[in-house]
């Protein structure tokens, strides 16, 4: 059994700043890629950002320059730090991450945290 638990989520006036962080944990072999995602009200889930296990990132365009995402692979958590942010970055962010188990590798979610941008 494999869970993904965020953290971090709240309300914050633009320009401000949170960070999220994600931890994995049960029986992991081997963690991939891991990331972020957010949907906001009416719209699709979208990638914020990811990171492979050598720490190359991909972010999309909307938070290039503001935001940062990490990983600590030795407690198998993934970081999204946020600066600068704005109203339209309000959305439910939730954490993904390939993880091998002993049934081979999977896709697994997180239950989401808010983010609130006031103006």
């Known amino acids: 059994q494999v869970q993904l638990v965020e953290s971090g989520g709240g309300l914050v006036q633009a320009g401000g700043s949170l960070r999220l962080s994600c931890a994995a944990s049960?029986?992991?072999?081997?963690?991939?890629?891991m990331g972020w995602y957010r949907q906001a009200p009416g719209n699709q889930r979208e990638l914020v950002a990811d990171?492979?296990?050598?720490?190359?990132?991909n972010y999309a365009d909307s938070v290039k320059g503001r935001f940062t995402i990490s990983r600590d692979n030795a407690k198998n958590t993934v970081y999204l730090q946020m600066n600068s942010l704005k109203p339209e970055d309000t959305a439910v962010y939730y954490c993904?991450?390939?993880?091998?188990?002993?049934?081979?590798?999977?896709?697994?979610w997180g239950q989401g945290t808010q983010v609130t941008v006031s103006s």
């Open positions: 990171i492979t296990s050598g720490s190359s990132t």
């Open positions: 993904n991450a390939e993880i091998y188990t002993d049934y081979g590798p999977n896709d697994y």
């Open positions: 049960g029986s992991i072999l081997s963690i991939k890629a």
